[in-house]
């Protein structure tokens, strides 16, 4: 998740010293894959919320387990933009 922060924290941002959290709802399927990400809450910046958005896309998950199954479940992420 540490690269995929550092990928899409558009370069603007991060050299204007702006960050934020964002919390994005995912529903991961039942092989692990995120197949929709929404947000949740808003960082009060556009440009963070697209980024989280990219960043929840390339997330890989663990299935969820009923029993012994696989299946899909709705979870809610927080992703954080720091500036170093």
Request: proline share 5%; glycine share 8%.
């Amino acid at each position: 998740m540490r690269r995929a922060l550092t990928e899409h924290y558009p370069e603007s941002l991060r050299q204007s010293r702006r960050g934020g959290k964002v919390v994005v709802w995912l529903f991961v399927d039942e092989t692990g894959a995120v197949v929709r990400a929404r947000l949740q809450r808003s960082s009060g910046d556009s440009a963070l919320d697209r980024a989280a958005l990219q960043v929840a896309d390339s997330m890989r998950f663990v299935p969820a387990l009923n029993g012994d199954r696989p299946v899909g479940v709705w979870l809610a992420v927080p992703i954080a933009f720091t500036v170093r």
